[in-house]
């Protein structure tokens, strides 16, 4: 079971910026070989949903509020450390997002771009597919609603 915390930007520590920031060019940038840039000052106005295995960041999120990002609330930079994924924790991590939007930003509504091979995951979470797939950074997406 994953240790979750919401932090704003400021309540992060150096150490847990460096490390959710670790994690997320691991996954994004070496893993799915793809050239963007992840820091993209939208950190400051987000909610950092970290999932903590050990004492270590394995799963993470950002959440932001509606009108930040999208519309609706949303949530986004879903990552899991590739050698914890056989555990399931990125349903955790999801779970624990939806509620801090439902907590911190009292709506229900969320919406996310999704990579496209990961539809089934985010419909097991509760979204569906809304309009055609797009491409993002050079990765097939495709937006999703949480109602």
């Known amino acids: 079971m994953l240790k979750i915390e919401v932090k704003t930007f400021s309540e992060l520590t150096k150490l847990e910026l460096y490390n959710l920031l670790q994690l997320r060019s691991e996954v994004f940038v070496v893993e799915q070989d793809c050239v963007y840039q992840d820091i993209d000052g939208k950190d400051i106005k987000a909610l950092h949903v970290l999932g903590f295995k050990n004492e270590k960041i394995i799963a993470y999120t950002r959440i932001f509020k509606p009108g930040d990002y999208f519309e609706y609330a949303s949530i986004g930079r879903v990552v899991v450390a590739k050698n914890e ?29 999704a990579q496209a091979y990961l539809k089934s995951f985010y419909n097991n979470c509760g979204f569906k597919e809304i309009g055609e ?15």
Do not use: T
């Open 85 to 113: 994924r056989n555990f399931k924790y990125g349903y955790d991590i999801m779970k624990a997002s939806v509620q801090a939007i439902e907590n911190y930003f009292k709506v229900k509504k969320i919406k996310i771009s």
């Open 133 to 147: 797939e797009y491409l993002e950074d050079d990765i097939p997406h495709i937006a999703m609603i949480k109602a």
